[in-house]
């Protein structure tokens, strides 16, 4: 069965350093998205991609944050500047074009900031 | 806005045991419900879903039933085996063309020969 892969695993980087977290989607996937779960705390959704614009994002997608899909295949993440606070797994997501239709997760990027 | 809330664990179970993780949820419309799981170092899989009230999602022996009066999504499984040590998550999105979950946040099972 097909399925979303990510990249790397784990990413320790410092703080104030740019990191960019790597997702190859589902080849007939045309939504696109990132969540990110904070140890011990919720699955938060940070953003959907669709058509190489952004769809929708939360609060916590600020302008640190952007995404981008340079090529018919990666979906990435990028973070500019990060901060501790921005420790957690991240998870890329895929689905196809229609309503109802399930997400299907990547294994996730434990990101560390130190 | 939406939310979801589950029972929080660890829930310990020894093997054969009737499971039932909780979930309510909250939604300005008419959401489609879901049970994920996460099985150690992997990422979040589909277990289930419902699109409609009265609806029941089932699969792998686990079932949930879409409550709309009582806005409730409950997992149940008649008997856990050690293969189900996993953490479950109970989500919602209010559908279109694309899919903004709502997670709950967790609920780890561990079920112990």
């Known amino acids: 069965e097909p399925e979303v892969t990510q990249t790397p695993s784990h990413q320790v980087t410092q703080m104030g350093q740019e990191v960019i977290l790597r997702c190859v989607p589902i080849?007939?996937?045309?939504?696109f998205y990132w969540y990110r779960q904070i140890l011990g705390q919720k699955v938060e959704f940070l953003v959907s991609?669709?058509?190489?614009?952004?769809?929708?994002k939360s609060e916590i997608f600020d302008d640190q944050f952007s995404v981008e899909r340079p090529d018919g295949s990666n979906f990435t993440l990028k973070i500019r500047s990060t901060k501790l606070e921005d420790s957690a797994m991240y998870f890329c997501?895929?689905?196809?074009?229609?309503?109802?239709?399930?997400?299907?997760f990547g294994n996730g990027t434990r990101l560390t900031v130190t | 806005g939406n939310s979801v809330t589950q029972m929080e664990g660890p829930v310990t179970l020894s093997e054969e045991a009737f499971l039932t993780i909780n979930c309510t949820y909250t939604?300005?419309?008419?959401?489609?419900l879901f049970w994920y799981v996460q099985y150690p170092g992997e990422g979040l899989q589909l277990l289930l879903k419902?699109?409609?009230?009265?609806d029941k999602g089932s699969n792998k022996g686990f079932e949930a039933t879409y409550r709309k009066e009582t806005t409730s999504f409950h997992l149940e499984k008649g008997s856990v085996q050690v293969s189900d040590s996993a953490v479950y998550f109970c989500?919602?999105?209010?559908?279109?063309?694309?899919?903004?979950?709502?997670f709950g946040i967790g609920t780890k099972l561990q079920v112990i020969p």
């Open positions: 997501a895929s689905s196809v074009q229609y309503s109802n239709s399930p997400l299907h």
């Open positions: 080849s007939n996937h045309l939504y």
């Open positions: 991609f669709y058509n190489n614009e952004i769809s929708e």
């Open positions: 939604a300005t419309g008419y959401p489609s």
């Open positions: 419902a699109t409609k009230a009265d």
């Open positions: 989500a919602l999105s209010e559908g279109g063309g694309y899919q903004k979950v709502t």
